[in-house]
């Protein structure tokens, strides 16, 4: 159980174009949804905080404008990267946190999705 | 200084070794402890998870945590060529849903 659905894991796209990556829980309600982003050998970068119904709450020095990141269901949250150049390239990963009547049960990542941007 | 702290290595064992993988941590509302494994350009996996101080086993595997002194450790008994990958530990609580990763340890056993 408590799988969460990645697509695309690797996408190549021309400088200025647009790429939508998906991110979808499918056995389980993902209320909140995170979008990291990991460069070789580092470890990963939260960008931001994704609520089902609501905007998200971006880190510091993460451009909201750049990375669109839709939430509309409780099952799919979206992360559109706009205008991308060679620095976007890099690995993407969401993840999204499991709660019970106890609290916090845990986190479950996507596989990434691997961009690069020529 | 960064939240969580976590040596990242390179380490390099025997297959067969014991292998003890540790992490600082600054932030005492954290209450969630997970360790994760990450293989090249794959999501990271959950190993282990604990709440609040104590141990953890689950077969090769054992979780420590010692809030105490803000410090997990990861230890992995009888160590095999594919436990080679990088370990991250990582923590959240005090009311934040967001985890925070130390640096992640590449870790490689050798034939």
């Known amino acids: 159980g408590a799988v969460v659905s990645q697509h695309p894991s690797w996408v190549i796209c021309k400088s200025g174009t647009s790429v939508k990556i998906e991110c979808r829980s499918l056995?389980?309600?993902?209320?909140?949804m995170f979008w990291y982003r990991q460069f070789p050998k580092q470890s990963l970068m939260l960008m931001a905080t994704?609520?089902?119904?609501?905007?998200?709450?971006?880190e510091q020095g993460v451009e909201k404008d750049k990375f669109l990141i839709n939430h509309a269901s409780l099952t799919l949250s979206t992360l559109t990267v706009t205008s991308a150049h060679p620095e976007d390239s890099s690995f993407y990963i969401c993840?999204?946190?499991?709660?019970?009547?106890?609290?916090?049960?845990?986190?479950?990542f996507g596989s990434g999705t691997r961009l690069t941007v020529v | 200084q960064k939240e969580v702290e976590q040596d990242p290595g390179p380490l390099s064992v025997p297959e067969g070794a014991i292998v003890s993988l540790n992490c600082t941590y600054s932030?005492?509302?954290?209450?969630?402890f997970m360790w994760y494994r990450q293989y090249s350009r794959k999501g990271p996996e959950l190993l282990m998870y604990?709440?609040?101080?104590g141990n953890k086993e689950d077969g090769r595997f054992t979780a420590q945590v010692d809030k105490s002194s803000k410090y997990i450790s990861l230890f992995i008994r009888d160590s095999q060529p594919s436990d080679s990958a990088t370990y991250l530990c990582?923590?959240?609580?005090?009311?934040?849903?967001?985890?925070?990763f130390g640096q992640g340890t590449r870790l490689t056993i050798n034939p």
């Open positions: 993840s999204a946190s499991r709660t019970g009547a106890r609290g916090l049960i845990g986190y479950t």
């Open positions: 056995d389980f309600q993902a209320t909140t």
């Open positions: 994704s609520n089902e119904g609501s905007k998200a709450t971006y």
């Open positions: 932030n005492s509302a954290f209450q969630y």
């Open positions: 604990t709440y609040s101080s």
């Open positions: 990582a923590m959240s609580g005090g009311g934040a849903q967001k985890l925070v």
